[in-house]
């Protein structure tokens, strides 16, 4: 097995299939990833992360927890003539290695544990986050079109995930945004159609998706079904070899079980960036997400801005600035029966790992984080002014990044 390196162009890119969904980042990045050629013209790739936690918090909200967040991508890629195959399954084993359903994270929400709103918690992924076949044809020389389904994975809506974003790649906290911005990277029965344009290093791609709009129940070792309810539609640009932005817009039918009479229209922009230095590589993140309550004038609205810098002797640095609104499913079992709008948050996280050892398939890493929050008025009372966190991080990767 060897590494994958940068693509050569937006429809080298495209075909490369290496994140979530049909999501796809700047051509210059090179996911850590492992290749291998088969003898009957398959690809195959592999590639996933497992992190080790220790989380403290403070405030009297703050709690403490040891867990690992982890995901491992196989995947099978096979071209002839303008046609191509793309396989892929996404497992994760978060819901052994995460207990009580959830992990600590002051201020986030959204879905729940023990039939109850989670709250200052993050949820597990599912064991399958994704099981998807991707068809792409080239119909003209500058023309592609693509088909993707999956019982369970990731429509057309919102950045690339935050598990596979690599400007989020040490980081292992969720966003507290996530459900504002890239939830629905784990959804059933997805069906998306796309169409896409490219000239050398730049294009345009259009897609369409339907999937069924609810989150995920609280068994997180099965593959649910339901009816393809929702929708979803994105444009995605890449302007340059080093920067890809993207709009998308879906509906989504009643996506929370505790509320189930709500429908969610879901706005995200997002614009991403990663270049290559000698010795060093970038990668940064925008995020913008809007959920409207469809039906009222409830808006919630949440801003993100991250980045990872690699160098090349081993150091790591990361961050991340956000600003969201929180509702009243915060107040736990005090919280009326239709969800608001009571405050806005903001988190900023910065950390440091070193690469602790390398070979030929992976690489280990340790590091440190830390994150304070700016508590609204309305919520210093639970919270204090300024708690803060700390998170230990052990981290082995697969693959190694292209030099």
């Known amino acids: 097995m060897n590494m994958g390196g940068p693509a050569e162009s937006f429809t080298g890119n495209l075909l490369r299939h290496d994140g979530s969904g049909t999501d796809f980042n700047p051509a210059s990045s090179a996911p850590p990833m492992l290749m291998r050629m088969t003898g009957n013209n398959w690809m195959l790739m592999l590639h996933g992360n497992a992190i080790a936690v220790s989380q403290q918090q403070t405030g009297p909200r703050g709690h403490d927890k040891t867990f690992s967040v982890n995901w491992f991508m196989p995947m099978a890629q096979r071209t002839w003539g303008p046609h191509q195959i793309t396989l892929r399954t996404m497992l994760s084993l978060e819901p052994a290695t995460i207990t009580g359903r959830y992990y ?3 201020f ?8 109850k709103p989670i709250v200052d918690g993050q949820h597990p992924h599912n064991l399958f986050m994704e099981i998807a076949a991707l068809y792409d044809v080239k119909i003209a020389r500058h023309w592609i079109a693509g088909l993707y389904a999956a019982p369970v994975g990731d429509p057309a809506l919102g950045p690339e995930a935050f598990p596979h974003r690599p400007s989020a790649s040490e980081n292992p906290l969720a966003p507290l945004g996530h459900h504002l911005e890239d939830s629905t990277h784990i959804a059933y029965d997805v069906a998306t159609g796309e169409f896409s344009w490219s ?33 979803s539609a994105r444009l995605t640009a890449a302007l340059t070899r080093d920067w890809v ?6 509906r989504l039918h009643s996506p929370e079980a505790v509320h189930p009479l709500e429908d969610v229209l879901r706005q995200t922009a997002s614009v991403s960036y990663h270049h ?3 010795g060093l590589f970038v990668d940064a993140t925008a995020v913008w997400g809007r959920n409207h309550t469809v039906g009222s004038t409830e808006v919630a609205n949440g801003y993100l801005a991250e980045g990872t810098a690699h160098v090349r002797t081993g150091h790591i640095l990361w961050a991340r600035i956000e600003n969201v609104d929180r509702t009243t499913d915060l107040l736990g079992t005090a919280a009326p029966f239709e969800e608001s709008v009571i405050g806005r948050v903001q988190a900023y996280t910065g950390g440091y790992g070193h690469r602790l050892w390398r070979w030929s398939e992976g690489s280990t890493e340790l590091g440190v984080q830390f994150t304070g929050y700016t508590t609204p008025s309305s919520l210093v009372a639970l919270y204090g002014e300024h708690p803060l966190g700390v998170a230990a991080i052990f981290k082995v990767q697969l693959g190694r990044e292209a030099k």
Not at 108 to 115: I, K, N, P, R, Y
Not at 245 to 250: I, R
């Open 199 to 231: 000239h050398q290093q730049t294009g345009v791609r259009v897609e369409l998706s339907g999937f069924h709009g609810r989150e995920p129940d609280e068994n997180r070792w099965h593959i649910e079904v339901g009816p393809v309810d929702s929708w």
């Open 276 to 278: 290559n230095w000698p």
């Open 108 to 115: 986030q929400q959204g879905e729940t544990a023990f039939g």
């Open 245 to 250: 932005a993207q709009y998308s817009l879906g």
């Open 104 to 106: 600590p994270e002051l």
